[in-house]
């Protein structure tokens, strides 16, 4: 059962666990879940997704449960309309506040620009010594991708230095082997916490949040920081 954080009649919203796949992929041959037929399932409908989250990323992920809503919610993603909010678990002290304007390449090779803005919420040092470093830094941050392009968030950290722990490909493969053999922990770090959008039909404003998953408050304990 997925747990559903937003429902109406045009719309429903979960809260994904990381490692799920939104539907089925070529590239993702292993996963025979997906949240998409789970969702389907559970409501006895069709649904048609919103828009996407990474298979490691967990959060707010939206559908549609007509046609019409999912056009009209893809158009307001497509035209970064929609308010998202991200939380990340990155290596380093990132700085109180930072925007990054750095374009990212689609998979033809086309340059499109790309911008996010963040604020750090918290850091932590711990006495575990990595590479030449004699302690190991870390925070947690708040993320506001203002467009949405893929891999968007994992490509830009990793641009300034601040990577997200467990993100294999973008990622630093010392700190993700740190965590797995630390304390068993391969899940990538990132977490959509909320979405505020108007809405397709009624024109309301709606605004959800998720709750973080246990892996991420797992993370949040060993760092010292409270919920």
Request: hydrophobic share 40%; charged share 25%.
């Amino acid at each position: 059962m997925l747990d559903i954080l937003y429902q109406d009649d045009d719309l429903v919203a979960i809260n994904k666990p990381h490692g799920l796949l939104v539907h089925r992929s070529s590239i993702a041959n292993d996963a025979t879940e997906f949240a998409l037929q789970i969702l389907r399932d559970q409501l006895n409908q069709k649904v048609f997704p919103a828009h996407r989250l990474d298979r490691k990323t967990g959060g707010v992920l939206l559908f549609a449960l007509n046609k019409e809503a999912e056009v009209m919610m893809q158009q307001q993603f497509q035209g970064n309309l929609v308010d998202k909010k991200y939380l990340a678990f990155v290596r380093g002290y990132t700085p109180d506040e930072e925007e990054i304007d750095y374009p990212l390449r689609k998979e033809n090779g086309t340059l499109q620009e790309a911008f996010t803005k963040y604020k750090t919420l918290a850091r932590a040092e711990l006495d575990i010594p990595l590479g030449n470093h004699p302690t190991s830094r870390y925070s947690l941050v708040e993320a506001h991708p203002k467009t949405g392009r893929m891999h968007q968030l994992r490509k830009h950290f990793a641009h300034v230095f601040h990577p997200i722990i467990g993100d294999r490909t973008h990622g630093c493969n010392k700190q993700n082997k740190l965590f797995k053999e630390q304390w068993e922990l391969d899940t990538m770090l990132l977490h959509a916490s909320e979405l505020t959008f108007t809405h397709p039909l009624t024109k309301m404003e709606v605004h959800i949040k998720a709750p973080l998953h246990n892996e991420f408050l797992r993370v949040m304990e060993i760092m010292g920081w409270s919920r």
